[in-house]
């Protein structure tokens, strides 16, 4: 996998690139302020239908594809951007996001509580999440961060849940 480019982009890459479409998950993470948390409100409907024909085995399925394909989606974002890590790539975010949400899959009430453990998880990058942030490179440093967030979510998510059952 090549390294972003070190000069300045002139353009943001197009969305008519499959790797573009998926690492803004569809354009999301070009919405204005915090595209993290649009990222992360754009997974929770994906989810829900995931969940709702599939259950939470396949949400975890899910889940792990969204990663391995965010690993190539966000490396190419990187590389077409001339940035490391791109706010615009958010597949990220979904990948975590739906993580987070394995738990509580099945129980709409609990998205809001997956919603705010995951941003928080995040943004705050407990160990070893800032640590991946700050070493890996490429999509995989990307993608690897969030989903440390996620399953630091998801447990959070369970253990609510089961306080709440």
């Given at each position: 996998?090549?390294?972003?480019?070190?000069?300045?982009?002139?353009?943001?890459?197009?969305?008519?690139?499959?790797?573009?479409?998926?690492?803004?998950?569809?354009?999301?993470?070009?919405?204005p302020?915090?595209?993290?948390t649009?990222?992360?409100?754009?997974?929770?409907?994906?989810?829900?239908?995931?969940?709702?024909?599939?259950?939470?085995?396949?949400?975890?399925?899910?889940?792990?594809?969204?990663?391995?394909?965010?690993?190539?989606?966000?490396?190419?974002?990187?590389?077409?951007?001339?940035e490391?890590?791109?706010?615009?790539v958010?597949?990220?975010?979904?990948?975590?996001?739906?993580?987070?949400?394995?738990?509580?899959?099945?129980?709409?009430?609990?998205?809001?509580?997956?919603?705010?453990?995951?941003?928080?998880?995040?943004?705050?990058?407990?160990?070893?999440?800032?640590?991946?942030?700050r070493?890996?490179?490429?999509?995989?440093?990307?993608?690897?961060?969030?989903?440390?967030?996620?399953?630091?979510?998801?447990?959070?998510?369970?253990?609510?849940?089961?306080?709440?059952?």
């Amino acid at each position: 996998m090549t390294q972003p480019s070190s000069h300045p982009p002139s353009t943001r890459p197009s969305l008519g690139h499959p790797a573009v479409l998926l690492a803004t998950w569809f354009g999301s993470g070009w919405l204005p302020k915090a595209p993290g948390t649009w990222g992360s409100l754009a997974a929770l409907p994906c989810a829900a239908a995931i969940a709702w024909f599939g259950g939470p085995v396949v949400l975890l399925c899910a889940s792990a594809l969204v990663f391995l394909i965010g690993i190539w989606a966000g490396g190419v974002y990187a590389e077409k951007s001339g940035e490391a890590d791109p706010s615009a790539v958010v597949i990220d975010e979904v990948a975590g996001q739906w993580l987070a949400l394995v738990p509580v899959a099945s129980d709409w009430r609990f998205y809001a509580v997956a919603f705010l453990a995951f941003r928080l998880c995040d943004i705050y990058k407990p160990w070893p999440a800032n640590w991946l942030d700050r070493h890996l490179k490429g999509g995989l440093g990307i993608m690897a961060d969030d989903m440390v967030a996620g399953a630091y979510a998801m447990i959070v998510c369970y253990l609510v849940s089961q306080l709440l059952a």
